[in-house]
């Protein structure tokens, strides 16, 4: 396969790269060898939106290609943790791959969670490989006015 050199054409790659360096979540790698096929490096950090519908908080994470099976989902003081692995497809013995950008591997992701989160009703969905998480809120204590009584004096 014969292709024209342009010195330009990695220019977007590289500012990719180098945006990917700053917006990529603390202990991610966002680096990739020279074969990421065998690339312990490769990684996948999900992308995620995160709002509140006024019932309820409402995360959404884009899972392309992650299996329900390989989702995990923990509440832990507060943090919500969600774990998950999207592996690379089969390889194929029947010839080579000149080019891989789809990431692949293990992600962490943590939320810190208000504290007015009802823990006990959190539903989380798989569709189409989006992530839906609804994280209810506590219904609010509403003040009451407390009667001060007359003690019989003991």
């Not at 917006?23 to 490769?42: D, E, I, K, Q, Y």
């Not at 950008?101 to 959190?122: C, K, W, Y």
């Not at 798989?126 to 209810?136: A, C, F, H």
């Amino acid at each position: 396969m014969l292709t024209v050199w342009d010195p330009f054409a990695d220019l977007s790659r590289i500012q990719r790269q180098f945006e990917k360096s700053f917006f990529a979540p603390r202990g991610h790698s966002t680096s990739r060898s020279a074969s990421p096929v065998n690339s312990p490096l490769a990684s996948f950090v999900p992308a995620v939106d995160v709002h509140d519908d006024g019932q309820a908080l409402v995360l959404t994470a884009e899972l392309p290609g992650v299996k329900r099976e390989d989702v995990q989902i923990e509440l832990d003081a507060n943090v919500l943790t969600l774990k998950g692995e999207r592996k690379l497809a089969a390889q194929t013995d029947e010839g080579r791959y000149h080019r891989i950008e789809r990431a692949h591997g293990s992600f962490v992701r943590q939320f810190q969670l208000p504290s007015n989160v009802d823990g006990t009703q959190i539903d989380a969905q798989l569709t189409d490989g989006v992530l839906t998480i609804k994280l209810p809120k506590k219904q609010e204590q509403k003040s009451r006015k407390i009667e001060v009584k007359v003690g019989d004096g003991n």
